[in-house]
Each structure stands twice: as C-alpha cells, then as structure tokens.
C-alpha cells in the first residue's frame, strides 16, 4: 500500500527593523515618522494605507498632525473620531484612538484621479507623507498596503481592500524618518470567518476517496485555526467565527484572539469544530450574509478588515441567494449581469434588496468540494474573484486542508506568514519514511511551521513528523497541535536552531509495517508540511 504524502513549507520571515528607544506612557510626547508610497505603475496603485501606533494608556486621548507637499506648510490637524476627513480636497484620511493605540487609514486619492485602477504620471516616487502624533509615549506600530480588487467585466472602483504583501510595492516607515525609532511589530487586525456548508449532501464521500465530506471539512477548518493560533506577528484584536448554514443557519460569534502569548488559547473551543445537525438545503446566501453582519457589528472606529473562507459542495437551493445580475428583477445589463449580488435583510440598517457583494469590502477565499467543471464552482470563483480573494477546489481529504491553509496565508499578506514550498510524495507499503525536505531559513526568520498532513482521520500516531536543524538532530518544539490525519508542529528561530539549511522528515509511526486504522477500513496516507 502506497501512502501519499504531500506537503508544503510557509515561512514566516521577518526582522525586526527598529530599536525599541521609548517606553512608558509619558502624556505629551511626540511620535513622529514619514510614510512613503512607492509608485507601482502598471501595477494596480497602493488605494489605503493602514498604520496602527501601539500607544499603551492612550485611551481615547491624543492629537494627529499631517504634513504633505500638497498641504499647508503647518500641516493639517485630523479629527481622531474616525469621520472621512478632507485633507486638501482630493486626500482623504480616517483616524482613530482607543484603548491602547492610533489606527488610521490613508487615501492618498490624487495619485489615482482616474479611479482606483491606475496611478497618475508623474507620480512622486515615493510619495513622502509625515505624521506628528502628540499622546501617551508609542511602543510600536503595524502598517498594511492595499489595492482594490481587479474584477473582469467589471470596473475596481468599489473597495480598496486586497492586502500586498510584505514583497516590493508596499508602503514602508524607513527607520531613518521615525522618531523615536520603534519596531514595526505585525500586520492590521483581521475578522477570520469560516462560512461551511452544513447540509445532508456533506454527509457523502469526497469524490473518488472514502472520506467523508464533513469529516474532512472539520478536520481542515482545525488545522487552519492551529495555523493561525502558530502565527507569531498576529494581533491580539483579530477575531475568529464559524458560520454554518443549511436550511437555516447559526454561527458562533465572533471571538477575539487576546494576549499573544500562550497560541490564541481564547479560540480553543471552537476546535474540535462542531457541527450542527444537517439539514436537507443549501443556504449558502445567507450564511454569507450572516458573516458579513458578524463583521459590521465590530466597532465602528477601529473596525478590523474581514476575510470570509467559505466551503460548500453544491448549489443553493434555499434562502436568498447569491445572484448574478443577469438572475435579479429586472435583470441587469452589461457588466453588471455577470457580477454577484447578495439579499442584504440582515444587515444594519435593515435591507431587503439586494447589493454587489463586493461592495461589502469583504474578501471571499471559497473551497468547492467536489469535481472540477461543476456547475457551482462557477459561482464561487466569481465571488472571490470579485472580492479579491480565490478559488480552489477540493476533490480529495488533504487537498481541502491545502486549500484552506492557502487561503489562510493568502488572506493574511502583511509583515507574517509566507508559504516557502509544498512538497507531494508516496511512501509505499514496507517503506518506513520519505525522503527528507529541505530548505533554506535566514536570520530574518523568527519562526518555522511545519504541516504534515496524510490521507485519513487516524491522529498523529499514522504518521510522525520530524524537523531538523542545519548540521542534523531534531529541533525542540515550541508549539503542536495534532488532530485527525495532520501534526501542525513550530519552531522558534534562533532558539531552536541557528539560520541555515533546515529539513522535515515525516515517517510510519512504527517503521514500515501497514496499518489500516481510520474508522475501520483501510487508507491511503496523504501529508504535507509547511514553514513558517
């Protein structure tokens, strides 16, 4: 018997740029720094900027100056009420302060006088903007860049919403204009809702295995939540939810993720994933809706960006549909026929009609579980293609895991997670391990997060997993998390080993004899290992 394994490596490389020179909670001092937006022309232009200033003991309390070579020469005094606020007339900035920190968002609109697609000639590069926060002493602070989501058939000109990565073209704070110099500690905020397809046909084997559907599903959505749960550059106010739906739907809230240290322990209820009873229909529109309304209850000034990762094996047969134009009444025309629209009755202010779905600003990672070329899958990669996020399909146990913890790392782009490699192999019968995995780690790595996953539901006594340091022997674990037929397993750089050539071996546990364990009949073993 062949055992598949498939892997991937997501390393989480960083560094830390700044020296921490300031502490306490000093009223009156005075946080200066220059953010700089790099021109991106033909690429699409950076639409928002989102720094967040940790200022412990702020409370509420502060002023914000912004100087700009398109401003006064004094500078221009922003309103920490959240309020849109007019800069010159053409930029457009909101800011705000609660417990703990500054978080503003910047539209640097006259780079981009055409709409949000593309950037203006001429452009400075990089256009330079300076801000002056006079509060309690800072301690920190976060940046994201963002672009709107490219739609085909449609214009960009809705949300401004599609994270860059930490690779060239983002906006950056250089140490050398920060005073005092403090260090960049992470990415924005992030509302994480898994929306899962709780009907009867989920009860059904996965295509071609004998998985089961919810079995699987269950056990990827865990070990994407342990993937977030490892993440080292996450922020305490990210919030996590499942939404399932069926003929009716219920969810579990939103939950905060609080303190760093200890690995996100507020989320450990929602894994194992519980499952409501099923139910016969599909009502994937209103979970979607659902999901959307968890987001907007957040708080109003410092509300977080929101990613939706949705899983469903079919199409929706009940509840108010995700529709196309061409589908609403009376139809609508070109370009917005092909677009998705959602019933927005759930939301605040009460609706009743429906709205584009890319509207909301929310992205949508989707999973379709099932066959490639299936009706459905349409649908759900028009969603997220309109919405910034994308589509995968599932048509296997591990592949659902790969997919959701893709989309995982996708969905959080940012000064964190990055996937180095993904490796897919057999280890056949009599054949006690796989060739080992290797891969090269910097000094700017702080962390390595290893998923070794196989095909079936046994824990992690099918399969062991094993990460080597450069020059041999085994790294110790700083964090695990093992479930049915997966081992999430974390490293911490340096204190687990030096920079340099790393590898993962995974193996039989007990050497190379067969075995058949997985709710009584006999599997194939699937793994795959990822870094962080």
Avoid at 321 to 344: C, D, H, Q, R, W
Wanted: aromatic share 6%.
């Amino acid at each position: 018997m062949k055992r598949r394994i498939q892997g991937s490596l997501i390393m989480s490389a960083f560094a830390v740029l700044f020296v921490l020179c300031s502490t306490g909670t000093t009223l009156g001092a005075v946080t200066s720094f220059q953010l700089h937006i790099p021109a991106r022309s033909p690429d699409l232009p950076i639409v928002r900027v989102t720094v967040e200033v940790s200022v412990p003991g702020a409370g509420g309390t502060g002023t914000l100056n912004v100087k700009h070579a398109g401003l006064p020469s004094g500078g221009v005094m922003v309103t920490l009420d959240n309020s849109l606020f007019a800069l010159n007339g053409t930029n457009q900035i909101t800011a705000a302060v609660g417990a703990n920190r500054l978080l503003f968002n910047l539209f640097p609109n006259e780079n981009f006088p055409s709409g949000l697609c593309s950037e203006k000639a001429g452009m400075p590069d990089p256009d330079v903007w300076t801000f002056e926060y006079t509060g309690p002493t800072a301690d920190g602070y976060r940046i994201n860049s963002y672009t709107a989501p490219p739609s085909s058939g449609a214009d960009c000109l809705t949300c401004r919403s599609r994270r860059l990565g930490s690779s060239t073209g983002h906006a950056i704070i250089p140490p050398a204009f920060m005073s005092p110099v403090l260090p960049e500690v992470g990415r924005i905020s992030i509302d994480f809702m898994f929306v899962l397809d709780n009907s009867y046909s989920m009860s059904s084997l996965v295509p071609g295995t004998t998985n089961e559907k919810m079995g699987v599903l269950r056990d990827a959505v865990a070990q994407s939540i342990g993937l977030l749960q490892s993440e080292t550059r996450a922020h305490p106010f990210d919030r996590l939810g499942v939404v399932w739906f069926s003929t009716i739907v219920t969810d579990s809230g939103l939950i905060e993720r609080g303190p760093l240290a200890g690995g996100a322990v507020a989320w450990n209820p929602l894994k194992p994933i519980t499952t409501p009873t099923p139910d016969d229909e599909t009502a994937m529109g209103d979970g979607i809706s659902r999901a959307i309304k968890l987001s907007q209850d957040s708080d109003p000034l410092l509300k977080n960006d929101a990613v939706i990762v949705l899983v469903t094996d079919g199409m929706q047969t009940v509840g108010k549909k995700i529709l196309y134009g061409s589908e609403l009444s009376p139809p609508l025309p070109a370009p917005e026929n092909v677009m998705t629209y959602f019933n927005n009755i759930n939301l605040s202010p009460p609706g009743g009609s429906y709205d584009a779905l890319r509207k909301q600003c929310i992205t949508v990672q989707s999973i379709g579980v099932g066959v490639p070329g299936a009706e459905f899958l349409g649908k759900l990669n028009r969603i997220s293609e309109e919405t910034g996020g994308t589509m995968n399909v599932s048509i296997n146990g591990t592949g659902m895991s790969t997919a959701a913890m893709n989309l995982i790392v996708e969905a959080l782009k940012g000064n964190t997670m990055t996937k180095v490699t993904e490796v897919n192999s057999s280890l056949a019968s009599g054949t006690a391990s796989a060739p080992p995995v290797s891969f090269e780690l910097s000094n700017a790595v702080r962390r390595v997060i290893v998923a070794l996953n196989w095909e079936g539901t046994t824990p992690s006594g099918g399969m062991q997993l094993q990460i080597n340091r450069p020059g041999g022997g085994a790294a110790p674990i700083a964090q695990r998390y093992d479930g049915n037929g997966y081992t999430l397993q974390s490293v911490d750089i340096p204190a687990g080993g030096p920079p340099g050539t790393w590898s993962v071996t995974a193996s039989r546990a007990g050497g190379a004899r067969e075995w058949t364990l997985d709710r009584g009949t006999a599997r194939r073993r699937r793994g795959r290992a990822f870094a962080t």
